[in-house]
T-cell receptor, first 113, second 112 residues
Framework: DGGITQSPKYLFRKEGQNVTLSCEQN?????MYWYRQDPGQGLRLIYY???????QKGDIAEGYSVSREKKESFPLTVTSAQKNPTAFYLC????????????FGSGTQLSVL | SQQGEEDPQALSIQEGENATMNCSYK?????LQWYRQNSGRGLVHLIL?????REKHSGRLRVTLDTSKKSSSLLITASRAADTASYFC????????????FGQGTRLTINP
């Protein structure tokens, strides 16, 4: 079955620690996105990548980093510079430029110990 | 930046009633989409309406778009308990890259 796999589902970060959230897709979609969702809020764009080896900052990129070495993978690192990392993180892919429809993974809940 | 403002923030109705949610946005758009999110899960695409369309239907869903007022509404008819979820509108700006900007959502509760 085609889809997006985010792992882990739950992640805990200690002070000063970097953590990496995984996002893997087998949909053969070019564009991938990371969104952050705070409780009771909408989604805010962290980073996006329209093609391998290229990515752009979204609205709240500070304290985060990404890489896009393979089409299938778009990992997000939450660095120690992100002072308020507790949130629900969602990865998505763009089905095609014509439809603009996003497919989402099931999310990773990150909490600070 | 959050382009969409959704109204109401929360809505609670009885099963079988209709639910209407509204979304307003600020800039010109290519299209507007609605997504559903069950608690603790990812978002699921429901319906897309393009800027040159005024109304669209999909099953029990009806979406309208008024570009002159920069607003959209989502109507769910004959609601069911399984419709309990948060609903988000998302816009794709005309001059932006291929990225969606989401509203803050309406939390819908269907009471049996």
């Amino acid at each position: 079955d085609g889809g997006i796999t985010q792992s882990p589902k739950y992640l805990f970060r200690k002070e000063g620690q970097n953590v990496t959230l995984s996002c893997e897709q087998n949909l053969n979609h070019d564009a991938m996105y990371w969104y952050r969702q705070d409780p009771g809020q909408g989604l805010r764009l962290i980073y996006y990548s329209q093609i391998v080896n290229d990515f752009q900052k979204g609205d709240i990129a500070e304290g985060y980093s990404v890489s896009r070495e393979k089409k299938e993978s778009f990992p997000l690192t939450v660095t120690s510079a992100q002072k308020n990392p507790t949130a629900f993180y969602l990865c998505a892919t763009l089905s095609d430029r014509g439809s603009g429809k996003l497919f989402f993974g099931s999310g990773t809940q990150l909490s600070v110990l | 930046s959050q382009q969409g403002e959704e109204d109401p923030q929360a809505l609670s109705i009885q099963e079988g009633e209709n639910a209407t949610m509204n979304c307003s946005y600020k800039t010109s758009i290519n299209n507007l989409q609605w997504y559903r999110q069950n608690s603790g899960r990812g978002l699921v695409h429901l319906i897309l309406i393009r800027s040159n369309e005024r109304e669209k239907h999909s099953g029990r869903l009806r979406v309208t778009l008024d570009t002159s007022k920069k607003s959209s509404s989502l109507l769910i008819t004959a609601s069911r308990a399984a419709d309990t979820a948060s609903y988000f509108c998302a816009t794709d700006a005309v001059q932006g890259a291929q990225k969606l900007v989401f509203g803050q959502g309406t939390r819908l509760t269907i009471n049996p």
